[in-house]
């Protein structure tokens, strides 16, 4: 089956810095990577849509200065948290959809703890 | 506004009794609805959704678009089945997915 991976699964980073998670289909092209965010015991929310080649689409009330998302290729696509906050900690998930297929594979999911 | 809600945050049952997650959703066009399976320490994976009408792991999910609802059901609960289960929508001509807030199943020996 389709495969999609994320890294790091887990950082810590200090208020003020930036960090970079990615977000890989390793098996297949994934024309359409989607970013969630999950608070503990909660559900997943839907932060961006982002398709291959284009701007990513941001749900309403997502700051998209603040969560940069590239989909540069049809296999990787980042999430880039900047000038991080406690606030942000979260857990952040990708899921990818290829060009022919309608589900969605989801990756493992990034724990971020920002200090 | 689409909405997902799933009001059991917990459904504990024994083994081989009868099994069912309740799911009712807020669209106003028509919508995909999908149950996602989350088993610990693993990530999120489909279930089923209710254009294929399959069956899967003995799950069966009927859309009754009347009671907008998509509930998740078994007719005999396996201790496997224990994990989290959320049930999401996505709306005309998007793939991008609502989820429920989930409910937890607890499937005692």
């Known amino acids: 089956g389709a495969v999609v991976s994320q890294h790091p699964s887990w950082v810590i980073c200090k208020s003020g810095t930036s960090v970079k998670i990615e977000c890989r289909s390793l098996?297949?092209?994934?024309?359409?990577m989607f970013w969630y965010r999950q608070f503990p015991k909660q559900s997943l929310m839907l932060m961006a849509t982002?398709?291959?080649?284009?701007?990513?689409?941001?749900e309403q009330g997502v700051e998209k200065d603040k969560f940069l998302i590239n989909h540069a290729s049809l296999t990787l696509s980042t999430l880039t948290v900047t000038s991080a906050h406690p606030e942000d900690s979260s857990f952040y998930i990708c899921?990818?959809?290829?060009?022919?297929?309608?589900?969605?594979?989801f990756g493992p999911g990034t724990r971020l703890t920002v200090t | 506004a689409q909405r997902v809600t799933q009001p059991e945050k917990l459904l504990s049952v024994f083994k081989g009794a009868p099994v069912e997650l309740k799911c009712n959703y807020s669209?106003?066009?028509?919508?995909?609805l999908f149950w996602y399976v989350q088993y610990s320490r693993q990530r999120l994976q489909l279930l089923l959704r209710?254009?294929s009408r399959e069956s899967i792991k003995g799950f069966t999910a009927d859309l009754n678009k009347g009671e907008t609802s998509f509930h998740l059901k078994k007719p005999f609960a396996q201790e496997e089945d224990s994990a989290m289960y959320y049930c999401?929508?996505?709306?005309?001509?998007?793939?991008?997915?609502?989820f429920g807030s989930g409910t937890r199943l607890q499937v005692q020996p």
């Open positions: 999401a929508l996505s709306g005309t001509g998007r793939r991008a997915l609502t």
């Open positions: 899921s990818a959809t290829g060009r022919d297929n309608y589900e969605q594979y």
């Open positions: 982002s398709n291959e080649g284009s701007k990513a689409t941001y």
């Open positions: 669209y106003s066009g028509s919508p995909e």
């Open positions: 209710h254009i």
């Open positions: 098996d297949f092209q994934a024309t359409t």
